[in-house]
């Protein structure tokens, strides 16, 4: 009963290709988010997506493409890949509460390797 | 300016103390959120404590609690009688926005070690 996944674990490909990564919440929420971790740990927001729309997008390239088909899934497209874009990839999604709360929840992230 | 600052790189406790991670927040919010998360070598990112910037009481969490000063803008985490198993980064993050249009801001990150 995961409640936020992600495939693939780890994506190991070279220049120029094109790949995906996908992510699926089943906690019911209505905001799920893309963040990039970089080799010295420094994460930051690339994406959100409050059902199924796009609310944020962080001067991110756009070869990066995310797409949200319901609000239970959000999945990033890369094109073009480039030996930067190897970092760590986490989805998380959000829900506000009736006090406010509204932590986010991350899957398990996805190592992206570009040779 | 940095958002959320985490001054301290690297840390070194000896099992059962209590550490005091420290990280200090800049915003012009009146509403806003604090966070702490643990990422251990395994990689995930667990949720650890929350504080609203309207809560009055700081909140705690089992062996971690959150000492918020607002006027001084800091959100630091203790956790009480440290364990082998907290050993990891930790990464203080500030939610600014409004519902749905909410976004974290992490800090750099704290290292901490614990030795036996």
């Known amino acids: 009963d995961t409640a936020v996944s992600q495939t693939p674990k780890y994506l190991v490909t070279q220049m120029g290709n094109d790949k995906s990564i996908k992510c699926e919440q089943n906690l019911g929420h209505d905001t799920m988010y893309w963040y990039k971790q970089d080799s010295k740990k420094f994460l930051k927001i690339m994406f959100s997506?409050?059902?199924?729309?796009?609310?944020i997008n962080e001067t991110v390239p756009n070869r990066f493409s995310p797409k949200s088909p319901d609000k239970a899934h959000l999945n990033l497209h890369i094109n073009s890949l480039e030996l930067g874009d190897s970092a760590v990839y986490f989805c998380?999604?959000?829900?506000?509460?009736?006090?406010?709360?509204?932590?986010?929840?991350f899957g398990p992230g996805t190592r992206l390797t570009v040779t | 300016a940095q958002k959320i600052t985490q001054t301290q790189p690297g840390m070194f406790v000896q099992e059962k103390e209590a550490v005091t991670l420290d990280c200090t927040y800049d915003?012009?919010?009146?509403?806003?959120?604090l966070f702490w998360y643990k990422q251990p070598s395994s990689g995930e990112m667990i949720f650890l404590i929350y504080?609203?910037?309207?809560?009055?009481q700081n909140a705690t969490e089992g062996r971690y609690s959150l000492n918020f000063q607002k006027a001084r803008k800091s959100a630091n985490l203790v956790i009480s009688a440290s364990q082998l198993g907290d050993s990891a980064m930790y990464f203080c993050?500030?939610?600014?926005?409004?519902?749905?249009?909410?976004?974290?801001?992490f800090g750099t990150g704290t290292r901490l070690t614990i030795i036996p």
């Open positions: 998380a999604s959000s829900q506000v509460g009736a006090s406010g709360r509204d932590e986010q929840y």
């Open positions: 915003t012009s919010d009146q509403s806003y959120g």
């Open positions: 997506y409050n059902n199924k729309e796009l609310i």
């Open positions: 993050a500030m939610r600014e926005g409004s519902f749905g249009n909410e976004k974290l801001t």
């Open positions: 504080q609203g910037s309207y809560d009055e």
